[in-house]
T-cell receptor, first 115, second 114 residues
C-alpha cells in the first residue's frame, strides 16, 4: 500500500534562512509526486509536481523539490524563506498504475517563520 | 475566472441532523473528490467521482453520501451516522485527459456539530 511520511510536524526557521521540508513515500514504482501549501482556513495550492524527466522540479514562489528514487524522497527546498511562507505544507503521491487520480497525502508540516 | 467554490465557509449543526456541503466547479473537470481534514492527520479521501452519475467510496466513506447529477456539482451529505463530523472539508477536481493527476482545491467548509 502507498504511504507518505512527512517526518517533521512543525518547523521554525528565521526569515531569510534556507528551508528543507522532508517527504518520504512508500510505493512499488515511481509515483506522481506533489507538494501543496495551505494557509490557515484555506484550500490547498499546488507548489510543484513531478511526473517524469528532470528530477529537480521548479515550482511557484521560489520553491523547488528533488526526486531521489534511491531514497524514496521528494524534499521541498527554498533558499531564502519569507514571512509569507508561513503555512502548512503537504506532500502527496499518486499511483501511475491507477486511472482514478487518487492522491495519498502526508500528515503535513507546519512552517513558522521568525522575524 | 475558473475555479471551485464551496459553500458555506462555516456551517453549524446540531447533533443528529444531516447537512449537505456544496461543491461547484467551472473548470470543466471530469473528476471530483471530497476530503476531510483533521489537525495532524493530513487529508483523507471520503468519496470521489470520475464521471457524472458514478462515484466510489474513499478511505473514510462511512456516515457520508454524495451525488453527481451534473458535471459541475458534487455535493456531500454528512449524515447523523457520522460519529465525529466536526472537521474541515475540502473539495477538489481534476482534468482526466492526458492522465493529469493534479487536483485543484476549493476553499473548504468548516463544519461544527454540537
Amino acid at each position: 500500500a502507498q504511504s507518505v511520511t512527512q517526518p517533521d510536524i512543525h518547523i521554525t526557521v528565521s526569515e531569510g534562512a534556507s528551508l528543507e521540508l522532508r517527504c518520504n513515500y512508500s510505493y512499488g514504482a515511481t509515483p506522481y509526486l506533489f507538494w501543496y501549501v495551505q494557509s490557515p482556513g484555506q484550500g490547498l495550492q499546488l507548489l510543484l509536481k513531478y511526473f517524469s524527466g528532470d528530477t529537480l522540479v521548479q515550482g511557484i514562489k521560489g520553491f523547488e523539490a528533488e526526486f531521489k528514487r534511491s531514497q524514496s524522497s521528494f524534499n521541498l527546498r527554498k533558499p531564502s524563506v519569507h514571512w509569507s511562507d508561513a503555512a502548512e505544507y503537504f506532500c502527496a503521491v499518486g499511483a501511475r498504475s491507477s486511472n482514478t487520480g487518487k492522491l495519498i497525502f502526508g500528515q503535513g508540516t507546519t512552517l513558522q517563520v521568525k522575524p | 475566472d475558473g475555479g471551485i467554490t464551496q459553500s458555506p465557509k462555516y456551517l453549524f449543526r446540531k447533533e443528529g441532523q444531516n447537512v449537505t456541503l456544496s461543491c461547484e466547479q467551472n473548470l470543466n473537470h471530469d473528476a471530483m473528490y471530497w476530503y476531510r481534514q483533521d489537525p495532524g492527520q493530513g487529508l483523507r479521501l471520503i468519496y470521489y467521482s470520475q464521471i457524472v452519475n458514478d462515484f466510489q467510496k474513499g478511505d473514510i466513506a462511512e456516515g457520508y453520501s454524495v451525488s453527481r447529477e451534473k458535471k459541475e456539482s458534487f455535493p456531500l451529505t454528512v449524515t447523523s451516522a457520522q460519529k465525529n463530523p466536526t472537521a474541515f472539508y475540502l473539495c477538489a477536481s481534476r482534468r482526466t485527459a492526458d492522465g493529469d493527476y493534479e487536483q485543484y482545491f476549493g476553499p473548504g467548509t468548516r463544519l461544527t456539530v454540537t
